[in-house]
Nanobody
Framework: VQLQASGGGLVQPGGSLRVSCAASGFTLDSYGIGWFRQAPGKTRMGVSCIDRDGSILYTDSVKGRFTISRDNAKNTVYLQMNSLKPEDTAVYYC???????????????WGQGTQVTVSS
């Protein structure tokens, strides 16, 4: 089971970015997939998740700005991030677990992080 996160970069405040989580060794729709982020000096926190049944959750700070989606044909989960703010700056990780949710303890497999920097 492997997860590959990609798509991070530098973007100006108010801009958009889409990060991707590609899976190999398993089919994504058989797991809940979560996006987490860790800002410098802070603990990792859940941002969004999509469960096996398609249920979606967002943490309050990204509601209305971020959208999670799953492309089963590409075995990839995306996190579209709009209206980005400097406080969104973090390393973003994707993870897979049978239960899903926004708590990292529910996840068994983790991808490497991708850096998202929001700055002018």
């Amino acid at each position: 089971v492997q997860l590959q996160a990609s798509g991070g970069g530098l973007v100006q405040p108010g801009g958009s970015l889409r990060v991707s989580c590609a899976a190999s060794g398993f089919t994504l729709d058989s797991y809940g997939i979560g996006w987490f982020r860790q800002a410098p000096g802070k603990t990792r926190m859940g941002v969004s998740c999509i469960d096996r049944d398609g249920s979606i959750l967002y943490t309050d700070s990204v509601k209305g700005r971020f959208t999670i989606s799953r492309d089963n044909a590409k075995n990839t989960v995306y996190l579209q991030m709009n209206s980005l703010k400097p406080e969104d700056t973090a390393v973003y990780y994707c993870a897979a677990g049978l239960l899903g949710g926004l708590h990292e303890g529910e996840y068994d497999y983790w991808g490497q992080g991708t850096q998202v920097t929001v700055s002018s």
